[in-house]
């Protein structure tokens, strides 16, 4: 009778086992190990980790086989010895045979994983270049945002792409320069471990900004081994990293410290000064129960000299170089700091609460003259743009797991509050003539969103919707008499995505939803608050493919919509009506592994852009590419040497409505070689290795010289960077 009764016990017990067993994966340094595969092998199920490394597979009993892999480390066998499942992965060369396609809604995100791996970045610039498809111009020394261009956007710098760095929004509202300014010069590249993007207006967690898509970053919670690395090169340049373990051998407790120190004067007649210094601190700790506390903190200044945007005429006659300036004192300074605290709490088995709270102090200062003697033909036409601005908010969402359903429930908030937010005209930065511009800006966003995911096999349906509230006030100092100008609106933003995955090597998605990015403050009350959180409508139509095991093809046609809006231009306290827009386009991408240490890889992007209401052939979008490629060839750790051969393509476009001034394009290749000696790496970049003569930003501005009686509109640009050679040395210990 016992012994029946022991039986009964055992077969009770095993047949609740092989329901479902969990477990988590983990590399040698015991960080998660997210995207793994695991199939078991005795009853062909399989399972994918989380972010947090933890997995759920059904049907799988004690003695079992598991096979694991994972993009970056060596294949495994284990064997199922008990109901504690954990699993540590050891490093090993990337092989592209190794990747799994997955049914969710950012599968694409395998793409930056796999450029992370095998071109790791070295500069604040080449972090965003990571995203298939985004171009990026700098224009003001090195010290201002990056323009950014992507799916035939002109983006300035940052009106139509939402960036945050774990989970901290970048981009500045009802910014002195421009809408949605994201500057993320305070990021030190080599503390960057993930890189998470997507294109479109599909994304739930997603709010203001993201209509051309979105581009979030998250940083190491641990490091390896110390670093410290030095690099110089021409143009007096400069520039010195560190990263230091602050928690040596301590159990579930990681923190470092991240230093880094840029100088150059760059190629410009007049030089640049530029100077930048970041720190970066993070600690990282995980509770019993398997909840993360994270709380990180970062401080960065920079200030430089500029010579601006130069005409096109000046170089023609021979009066000035390509390298030259009309005003050589625009420039500026700026500086940034955050503190951020997030915790991630299981709930129960299935439960997840996820939360970050954030706040920044942003200081920035910007002198620029686009015009020259246009206005004013005595002092000139420089302006200083200024403000000082206080961030904070939260994030949190509670992640639910059922059967075949996921729920993310969402809610937060974000407040930006500026004093003296100024526009005025300047005479050689020191002196100033008049207020053109100046208030304090305060604005607040609420937010919440429902996403849900439901598992019909191999088909996933993704509906969500989110709400976002904004209140705006804005208290103008040049006003005869005290008053804060108040508008609101509440704005709803509904999604639906489908995503059909074959196997492993193919998915299918259609993916739709409405966005908006919100317009600058002065705008809002100016207008009394109509058209102000201007919708964006999108669908994307794609696949992800391996048609064999070292080849990732990605392709997609879609389409963008956005309604009328105005936009408020920061240089000249004016705005704008850009009327409504279409965008139509296709994206390809290709990942194709040629041995066990060379890669290559391609993006090509085509862009249909238009003015839906103005007259054919003035109906040309400036500045939008419409056609635009990047690629290379990269060598990783082949006995001891990796780097790469890499080029940017990007076609000559309109400057103006109808066409008749051109932005010229240009092709510009870069290379990069490091070899490694057991703790030391020698290095050496090229950046435009055939020396290509390219403007890195252009725009059609009408302007006049101090010795011109008339204006003339025409290209104005800053030029690209011509062949510089860097040398770096890093050690390790």
């Known amino acids: 009778m016992k012994s029946l009764f022991a039986i009964l016990i055992s077969l009770i017990t095993f047949s609740s086992f092989a329901q479902m067993q969990k477990g988590i994966v983990k590399d040698s340094l015991g960080n998660p190990v997210e995207n793994a595969y695991l199939l078991n092998i005795n009853s062909k199920y399989h399972a994918h980790t989380d972010e947090f490394g933890n997995f759920n597979i059904d049907k799988t009993n004690i003695s079992d086989v598991l096979i694991i892999t994972a ?114 010069h305070f990021v ?24 051309a898509g979105y581009v979030s970053f998250l940083t190491k919670e641990k ?18 990293v560190g990263l230091f373990n602050l928690l040596e051998k301590q159990k579930n407790q990681n923190a470092y410290l991240a230093t880094e120190y840029i100088m150059t004067n760059g190629a410009f007649d007049s030089p640049q000064n530029f100077k930048r210094i970041n720190l970066f601190g993070k600690y ?12 990180n903190a970062s401080h960065f200044t920079s200030k430089w000299d500029a010579s601006g945007q130069i005409p096109q005429r000046l170089i023609d006659a021979g009066l000035i170089s390509r390298f030259g300036a009309v005003d050589d ?7 940034r700091t955050n503190l951020n605290v997030s915790l991630s709490k299981p709930i129960d088995e299935n439960t997840l609460l996820k939360a970050n709270a954030f706040y920044s102090k942003y200081n920035f200062d910007l002198y620029s003259n686009f015009t020259f003697f246009l206005e004013d033909p005595i002092n000139g036409d420089q302006i200083h743009q200024k403000e000082n601005r206080d961030i904070f908010g939260l994030n949190a969402e509670l992640n639910k797991k059922l059967e075949n359903s996921n729920f993310q429930l969402g809610f937060g908030f974000r407040n930006d509050a500026t004093k003296d937010t100024e526009l005025s005209h300047t005479v050689g930065r020191y002196t100033t003539l008049n207020h053109l511009k100046l208030g304090d800006i305060d604005e607040t966003n609420i937010f919440s969103y429902l996403n849900t995911e439901f598992d019909f096999g191999k088909l996933k349906i993704n509906p969500a919707i989110r709400f976002d509230y904004f209140k705006f006030e804005y208290q103008d100092k040049l006003a005869t008499t005290y008053k804060t100008q ?58 992800i493919a391996k048609p064999f095991p070292k080849l990732l093809l990605n392709s997609a046609i879609w389409m963008l919509n956005l309604q009328e809006e105005l936009v408020y231009v920061g240089d000249a306290a004016t705005v704008e009506i850009s009327g409504r827009t279409k965008r139509m386009g296709f994206d390809f991408g290709l990942r194709y592994q040629l041995s066990n240490y060379l890669f290559f890889d391609t993006d090509v992007n085509y862009t249909y852009a238009r003015s839906i209401d103005a007259p054919k052939g003035q109906d040309y979008v400036p500045l939008a590419p419409d056609f635009t490629s990047t690629g290379g060839l990269s060598v990783s750790k082949y006995k001891g040497f990796s780097g790469g051969l890499h080029y940017r393509y990007l076609k000559s476009r309109p400057a103006n409505e109808d066409n008749s001034i051109i932005a010229k394009g240009y092709i510009v290749s870069d290379l990069n070689i490091n070899y490694e000696y057991k703790s030391v790496t020698f290095g050496v970049s090229v950046e435009n290795i055939f020396n290509t ?40 210990f």
């Open 223 to 240: 490091i390896d081994k110390n670093m410290i690395s030095v690099e110089a090169g021409q143009f007096n340049t400069f520039k010195t």
């Open 486 to 543: 108040t508008e609101n609106k509440a704005k709803f933003s509904p999604k639906l995505n489908f995503i059909f995955t074959q196997n492993n090597n193919l998915q299918f998605y259609l993916k739709s939803g409405l966005g908006f990015h919100s317009n600058d403050t002065r705008v809002v009350v100016a207008n009394a608050g109509k058209q102000i959180l201007p919708t964006a409508f999108g669908s994307d139509l794609g696949i």
């Open 693 to 732: 003569k390219w403007n890195e930003t252009q725009f059609a501005t009408e302007s006049r010289l101090q010795n011109e009686t008339q204006s003339v509109e025409e290209i104005h640009f800053t030029p690209g960077v011509p062949f510089y050679l860097k040398g770096k040395i890093t050690y390790r």
């Open 329 to 335: 004192t625009e420039g500026g300074k700026t500086s």
């Open 71 to 184: 993009l970056g480390f060596k294949k495994l066998e284990y064997t199922i010895v008990s109901n504690e499942i954990s699993i540590v992965l050891e490093d090993d060369a990337f092989n592209l045979d190794q990747v799994v396609i997955h049914s969710k809604l950012n599968a694409m995100n395998v793409i930056s994983k796999i450029d992370l791996q095998t071109t790791p970045v070295n500069s604040s610039q080449e972090i965003l270049r990571k995203v298939p498809g985004l171009f990026i111009g700098q224009h003001a020394g090195g010290g201002k945002a990056e323009q950014i261009f992507l799916r035939g956007f002109d983006i300035d710098h940052g009106t139509d792409i939402a960036v945050s760095v774990d989970g901290m929004p970048v981009n500045m509202v009802s910014h002195a320069h421009g809408q949605g300014y994201a500057d993320l």
């Open 188 to 211: 030190i590249p080599e503390t960057v471990e993930k890189i998470d993007f997507g294109k479109g207006t599909y994304y739930a967690n997603k709010g203001d900004f993201a209509t």
């Open 284 to 295: 990282t700790s995980v509770f019993a129960d398997n909840s993360k506390f994270s709380i």
